[in-house]
Structure formats: structure tokens, C-alpha cells
Nanobody, 113 residues
């Protein structure tokens, strides 16, 4: 059974940093490209970043240069380091596998004064 659990969300001031973690099970961390997506209230879910099983990373234009995605296949862990956060980064963040339409339960990130 595939399971993904996100953690690390919270409230942060503009310009601050957060690191999101995703713990996975099964074979996800061996074979698949993993991704972080986010969904803000009233908006569609959007891709934030993805990373292949060979550690090739891609980023949405809105976060490039501020966010860093990484994975540790041995520990079944996916990370998203978020720096220079902006109010428009406020959303529920989900980790998962796009090709399997498999996602965790999400973690809330709120960027506000």
C-alpha cells in the first residue's frame, strides 16, 4: 500500500523559510519522479517542483531560485526547502507521484505578517 505523509508546514512571515518533508513507503522512492504541488484557496492545483529518481530537478517559474527540491531514496524522504517566502506561496502543499495520481494529505503553508 502506497502511503505519503507530509510535514513541516506552518505560519511564516514574508521573507522567511520553511522546509517541507514527505515520508513515503513502497517503491515510490526507487523508481518514480516525485513532485510537490500546491493548491491555494479558489485556485487550481499547480506543480511546484519535481525530481527524477536520478535527481534531475525542475521548478515552476514562480519558485525557481527560491525553492529547492531534494530526495533521499534510501530514507524514502522527499524535501522542499522554501526560502524568501511570499504571501502568494500560501497554499496546501502535497507531495506525490503525478504519473500515479498519488498524493499525500497535504500540509498548510501560510505566509503572512
Amino acid at each position: 500500500q502506497v502511503q505519503l505523509v507530509e510535514s513541516g508546514g506552518g505560519l511564516v512571515q514574508p521573507g522567511g523559510s520553511l522546509t517541507l518533508s514527505c515520508a513515503g513507503s513502497g517503491n515510490l522512492f526507487t523508481f518514480y519522479t516525485l513532485a510537490w504541488v500546491r493548491q491555494a484557496p479558489g485556485k487550481q492545483r499547480e506543480l511546484v517542483a519535481s525530481i527524477s529518481n536520478t535527481h534531475n530537478a525542475n521548478y515552476a517559474e514562480a519558485v525557481r531560485g527560491r525553492f529547492t527540491i531534494s530526495r533521499d531514496n534510501a530514507k524514502n524522504t522527499l524535501l522542499l526547502q522554501m526560502n524568501s517566502l511570499k504571501p502568494e506561496d500560501t497554499a496546501v502543499y502535497y507531495c506525490g507521484v503525478q504519473s500515479l495520481s498519488t498524493w499525500g494529505q497535504g500540509t498548510q503553508v501560510t505566509v503572512s505578517t
